[in-house]
């Protein structure tokens, strides 16, 4: 290839060629471009093209970095100082049998039977009760800790509900109807004041509605008390005259003052 048939630019300004010289030319043009183009290569990457340059002067932008050689993240050291202990889990140590999300465990705090106790009266006769103010009783069963209470709530509703289907009278427990809630239970004594409604006869044979309010006796929990004589009109204490006198006791006299029960 002479020079003297190209201009500056690079334009062939020869004699015409045939088509046999015309592909040599560019083959050869060809050969000399991808000739170039691999020099240029190896001056910008250095020796060993398609691996990572082993000369510490190469820019760092133009050198070729291996997958496994890369760094997407800092390290421990340089997020959180060279004096920080930082500990790396390989492995995953929650057993496989815990699951990554736990549950939703629903805690029962409350006892309640699944189907209503019977009753010796009819639903239509308590709700015909209702509807007379006159033969409505409402009565706060009020007293110290473990005089009775509860067991007295026992055996009114023993009177009037049948309760052998329970089956807890057979072995000999206490049937704690009113105390509802798992912990009272637990720990045998009322937590939360509990109102029933029972149909209860009078001395002279007549039917009333009592609303009896079941409320505890520990000193702890006396705004339970409170609560419940204001809701009743009358008060029931409950005194066990073979335990000795009790704080209770005379919280419970004290309210049943102030309220003018």
Not at 51 to 74: N, S
Not at 88 to 97: G, H, N
Not at 175 to 190: C, H, K, M, N, P
Not at 244 to 257: A, D, E, K, T
Request: one cysteine or more.
């Amino acid at each position: 290839m002479e020079d003297s048939h190209y201009d500056e630019f690079g334009n062939y300004i020869g004699p015409a060629l045939s088509d046999s010289d015309q592909e040599e030319e560019e083959e050869e043009d060809e050969q000399q471009q991808q000739h170039d183009d691999d020099e240029d290569m190896q001056d910008a990457d250095g020796p060993g093209v398609g691996y990572a340059a082993a000369d510490e002067d190469a820019e760092p932008g133009t050198a070729i970095v291996l997958a496994e050689d890369k760094k997407y993240y800092p390290t421990a050291e340089e997020t959180y100082g060279a004096e920080t202990e930082t500990l790396v889990m390989e492995e995953d140590a929650q057993p496989l049998e815990v699951p990554i999300i736990a549950p939703v465990v629903s805690k029962r705090l409350e006892k309640l039977l699944d189907v209503p106790l019977a009753t010796h009266y009819s639903n239509e006769f308590l709700a015909t009760l209702s509807t007379n103010p006159e033969l409505i009783r409402n009565v706060a069963i009020v007293g110290a800790l473990h005089h009775g209470k509860t067991t007295l709530m026992d055996m009114l509703v023993e009177q009037t509900h049948d309760v052998h289907s329970l089956g807890i009278r057979t072995n000999g427990q206490q049937l704690r109807f009113t105390d509802t809630r798992v912990d009272e239970q637990a720990r045998g004594i009322s937590i939360k004041a509990m109102p029933m409604s029972l149909v209860l006869e009078g001395g002279t044979g007549k039917s009333f509605l009592v609303n009896l309010i079941d409320c505890p006796g520990h000193v702890n929990f006396n705004d339970e008390v409170c609560g419940g004589t204001r809701s009743g009109v009358w008060v029931l204490v409950v005194c066990d005259w073979g335990s000795p006198w009790r704080q209770g006791n005379g919280l419970v006299c004290v309210s049943v003052w102030w309220d003018r029960l």
